[in-house]
């Protein structure tokens, strides 16, 4: 029996030192030539396989891959050629990519990752109740947990977590940490209410039953609950301090980065005392986010409502793309060809104009390769989901 165990640790220690390397294996986002390269070199760890990756990417690549896109339909197969066509950080899935069944769901998320070593990003908006994206969550959502225990939020959290990991989606912008009492907000249907505490006891909830199933995402920094006014159609104002955001739109934010929130998702919106800009342009309440302690990505609510809002200032998407990523952004959003007749960017053009841009000076290549090295992090750590 003693030998039988001591067989048994032997082969379990050989396991995990497997799994060590095949976790290490480099990027390789296609079978391009470059891909091909940054294969061909033997790394030692999850670090210097990232550093290796980058080192073998072209400037194009880069800068493609602090991208999240989106292009309608549900073949597999079709979004696969998207992915290995402009190798994004991922895609997100909207109404118009969730086919009959989950496990058509499950064959299109796995036909998407088939074209990389590291996986992509492959994200929804999956709150609960008004805004989800698959009809089997018939869990609680944000209005209905409000007054109920903060367990309660956890078991509902737990739950579509597991639904999302087991259709492949493993990044959710689903955690809602906006507050506010006004019924007549565009945001009130989807918040966990209005006391800052008790809302920020039900993030930091969200937040820890989503680890190790998805990513997990706060919205919408710096806070949507003080303005009524819909960001999908205009760039709305907030009037208040940053004092008083601090006694009261802070704190659930604050929560959910203590409680480890991966990413924090920026509103298309302003606060005209803290900063003119919206606040996914604005460097000002980037600091502030990473003087709150937060370590983790930050991503752009989707970039196209700055277009739909009709404020000639946001016209240019290569001028709010480049101003995004100055100011603070890791990944920037595109739901392209989702809802409306002027939601569409052009993705060659962009991602020619962010090549430009870095050849010209305008966005430095060195944030560039930082702003990549923690987004492959995060894709390697969706390996683990």
Known sequence: MKHLLALLVIIAVVAGIILVIVRSKPYAPSTTATSTAATSTPVATQQSAIDDAIAHMTLRQKVAGLLILHTPGTSGAALRQYVEKYQPAGLILM???IPATRAELAGETAAIQASTIIPYFIATDEEGCTVKRLASDTFLCAPELKDAP????SAAFVARSALLKSVGINLNFGIVADITADPDSFIYPRVFGSDPQAVGARIAAAVDASTGATLSTLKHFPGHGETPANSHLEVPVATITQAEWAQKDKIPFQAGIDAGADLVMFGQLSYS??????ATLSSTWH???SDMGFRGLSITDDMIMLQ???DAAYQDPMKNAIASLNAGSDLLLYVND???TISGVDIDALIDGLVAAVESGQLPESSVDQKLEKILTYREKV???
């Open 95 to 97: 109404e118009d990519n």
């Open 150 to 153: 903060v367990a309660s939020t």
């Open 273 to 278: 005392s803290v900063d003119q800009n919206p």
């Open 287 to 289: 600091q502030i986010l």
């Open 308 to 310: 739909q809002s009709g």
């Open 338 to 340: 989702h809802g409306s």
């Open 383 to 385: 390996a683990q989901f």
